[in-house]
C-alpha cells in the first residue's frame, strides 16, 4: 500500500456541488497537508495541520474547507466548486521539520464544468 | 518571506547532453532543498535533498545538486542525460518560521531530444 492515498484519483463535477477530496497516510506522522497544483504556478499550499486539533490556513485557502478526523486523515472540502478551481490537487505528510522530505499522494485530478 | 525561483518554464537539451536546472532561494537562513520530479499522470518523486553537512548531494537516476550559500542557489545537474528524465522538475525549500512549510518554485519542464 502507498504511504499516502487520495481518493478519488479523478473527478468531474458541477459548478455549485459540494465535493471532497480524501487522503490518508500510514507514515504516522502529525502533519499532513493539501496543495493545489496549476501549470506554471508550482504547487501552492491550501491548509495545513500539524495534529488533529491544529489547523492552519495557507495561501490559497478561500473556497476550501479541511477537516482532520483522526491523525491519519485529512480531508479537503470545496464547498461550493467554481471552474477555477479546476487543477490536480495533492496530499503530503511530513515529520515535524520536513528534514525528510514531504511524501506526496498520487493526486486527484479535479474538473469542475 | 521565503521564496524559491525556478529559471526557465521550459528546457530543453539532446540525449547525451548535459542537464542544468538552476533554482534560487531567497531566505535570510539557509533553508533546507529538495528536488522534486514529477513524470508525466503520476505524483512527485523525492530525487535529493540538503539539510545538512556536504553541499554536494547526490540522488537518484544520477542527479546531483549544489548548495551555494553565497549564491542562494541549489542547481540541479545530471552529466548525461536519457530520454526517461522527460519530467517536470520542483525546486522546494522549508521555511523555518514557526510552520515549517515546504515551498515550491514553479517548475521546470525538461524535454530531451533523440
Known amino acids: 500500500d502507498a504511504d499516502v492515498t487520495q481518493t478519488p484519483r479523478n473527478r468531474i463535477t458541477k459548478t455549485g456541488k459540494r465535493i471532497m477530496l480524501e487522503c490518508s497516510q500510514t507514515k504516522g506522522h502529525d502533519r499532513m497537508y493539501w496543495y493545489r497544483q496549476d501549470p506554471g504556478l508550482g504547487l501552492r499550499l491550501i491548509y495545513y495541520s500539524f495534529d488533529v486539533k491544529d489547523i492552519n490556513k495557507g495561501e490559497i485557502s478561500d473556497g476550501y474547507s479541511v477537516s482532520r478526523q483522526a491523525q491519519a486523515k485529512f480531508s479537503l472540502s470545496l464547498e461550493s466548486a467554481i471552474p477555477n478551481q479546476t487543477a490536480l490537487y495533492f496530499c503530503?505528510?511530513?515529520?515535524?521539520?520536513?528534514?525528510?522530505?514531504?511524501?506526496f499522494g498520487s493526486g486527484t485530478r479535479l474538473t469542475v464544468v | 518571506a521565503q521564496s524559491v525561483t525556478q529559471l526557465g518554464s521550459h528546457v530543453s537539451v539532446s540525449e547525451g547532453a548535459l542537464v542544468l536546472l538552476r533554482c534560487n532561494y531567497s531566505s535570510s537562513v539557509p533553508p533546507y532543498l529538495f528536488w522534486y520530479v514529477q513524470y508525466p499522470n503520476q505524483g512527485l518523486q523525492l530525487l535529493l535533498k540538503y539539510t545538512t553537512g556536504a553541499t554536494l548531494v547526490k540522488g537518484i537516476n544520477g542527479f546531483e545538486a549544489e548548495f551555494k550559500k553565497s549564491e542562494t542557489s541549489f542547481h540541479l545537474t545530471k552529466p548525461s542525460a536519457h530520454m526517461s528524465d522527460a519530467a517536470e522538475y520542483f525546486c522546494a525549500a522549508i521555511s523555518f518560521d514557526s510552520s515549517y512549510k515546504l515551498i515550491f518554485g514553479s517548475g521546470t519542464r525538461l524535454l530531451v531530444r533523440p
Open positions: 503530503a505528510t511530513s515529520d515535524p521539520q520536513g528534514a525528510k522530505g514531504y511524501t
